[in-house]
């Protein structure tokens, strides 16, 4: 029993350590999304009560909606941890030519999800630039039961799906440059590319968009939700490619799709812990940054 408690404290140690390494790169892969499983109730505690902190805006198309069904999942089962699950998911529709303009202030705890459709990947860039610009996101108050906060909890995320795979990685990494440097007080998540579980020149593009902002990511120290690196790896840990020109590729793992493209039950909750360790990482960035 005492060997397994240590374990387990070395493991929650390790996830900390691994996001709370200062200006590195935190790239939340399957390692970390595991360790979100082993945590002690303490720790799953302690990192709860920060995420209630947070307000996320979260904007996607189809296969973004089913992350967040994975993350309402995580809290509707019956043998969830509500202290540790505590992002609350509010979804909205969105016009992604005139934008989106909020009220004067927003819940911390909360995912503000935009289904802004799936227009081209350049489009959906210059969406988001326009949604922090004009629709009051930035400068709006956060309230936490009623009660006013601190204006620094917003964490952006948005992701490029499975049709994207002809996207300009290098374009992809400058625009959320850029949005970082300009809006000092909100964290950017960036993401890696989802994949299909077919061998195809389509999913060899959607590696090398992944390779080119994962390098990028670990070179300026970002932090990286590698969704890519979570569903191309089976339940041992084993990473599932394929062979093309011979060079080795990622590839969605069978187990966690039923039609070879979207997350099935199972895959929607690897990611959604995924998002939760990213999650955690963004709380000890802003902790740093006070």
């Not at 948005?158 to 949005?179: P, V």
Request: proline share 1%.
């Amino acid at each position: 029993m005492r060997l397994q408690w240590i374990l387990n404290w070395l493991m929650a140690m390790c996830l900390m350590a691994v996001m709370c390494a200062g200006s590195e790169a935190q790239v939340i892969g399957y390692r970390e999304m595991r360790k979100i499983d082993r945590l002690r109730k303490p720790d799953a505690k302690k990192m709860g009560e920060k995420l209630a902190e947070q307000t996320w805006l979260f904007t996607h198309a189809n296969l973004g909606r089913s992350m967040l069904t994975g993350m309402n999942s995580l809290r509707d089962d019956d043998g969830g941890d509500w202290e540790l699950y505590r992002l609350m998911i509010t979804e909205q529709r969105t016009d992604r030519v005139d934008g989106f303009s909020i009220q004067s202030k927003l819940d911390k705890g909360r995912v503000y999800a935009l289904a802004r459709g799936n227009p081209r990947w350049d489009r959906k860039l210059k969406f988001l630039e326009k949604l922090l610009e004009k629709g009051g996101w930035v400068e709006a108050k956060h309230e936490r039961d009623g009660r006013q906060g601190k204006r620094d909890g917003l964490v952006v995320m948005d992701m490029l799906g499975l049709d994207d795979d002809e996207a300009d990685a290098g374009e992809y990494c400058e625009k959320m440059n850029q949005l970082e440097a300009k809006y000092r007080g909100v964290i950017f998540v960036y993401m890696t590319m989802p994949l299909k579980v077919e061998r195809s020149e389509a999913n060899v593009r959607r590696n090398k968009f992944n390779q080119v902002v994962r390098a990028f990511c670990k070179r300026r120290g970002k932090l990286l939700l590698d969704i890519a690196a979570i569903e191309s790896t089976d339940a041992n840990g084993k990473s599932i490619t394929f062979q093309w020109d011979g060079e080795t590729y990622e590839r969605l793992h069978q187990h966690w799709t039923d039609d070879g493209g979207y997350l099935n039950a199972r895959g929607q909750e690897r990611i959604a812990k995924g998002w939760y360790a990213a999650a955690w990482a963004a709380s000890e960035q802003r902790r740093r940054e006070r």
